[in-house]
């Protein structure tokens, strides 16, 4: 009932920079937390940052200083401005969104993940 369409991802060099999108579309009636998370080989699924829908925002540890989050509430989207990648950063993005439906069901949907490599 919610679709999540994320872009963005691709092939960069260390100290290069992507923007990451992620756009909501579907029955939706109000949106209360955002976020992106990473996933590497072999690795769980880690949050990278969230933000709420009044702005707050949180940041991992290892990307704080370095990833900015934002989000247009008008267009149901969610941004991740990735600067100063490092090979570490290497992994698949997936943004979740969390809120209500139509019928005031809550629902947490998963965008479809794009990658980021960071490589000379």
């Known amino acids: 009932q919610v679709q999540l369409v994320e872009s963005g991802g691709g092939l960069v060099q260390p100290g290069g920079s992507l923007r990451l999108s992620c756009s909501a579309s579907?029955?939706?009636?109000?949106?209360?937390?955002m976020a992106w998370y990473r996933q590497a080989p072999g690795e769980q699924r880690d949050v990278v940052a969230t933000i709420t829908s009044t702005g707050k925002t949180n940041y991992a540890n290892s990307v704080e200083g370095r990833f900015t989050i934002s989000r247009d509430n008008a267009r149901n989207t969610v941004y991740l401005q990735t600067n100063s990648l490092k090979p570490e950063d290497t992994a698949v993005y997936y943004c979740n969104v969390k809120g209500k439906l139509l019928d005031l069901a809550d629902f947490s949907s998963w965008g479809q993940g794009t990658q980021v490599t960071v490589s000379s």
């Open positions: 579907g029955s939706i009636f109000s949106i209360y937390t």
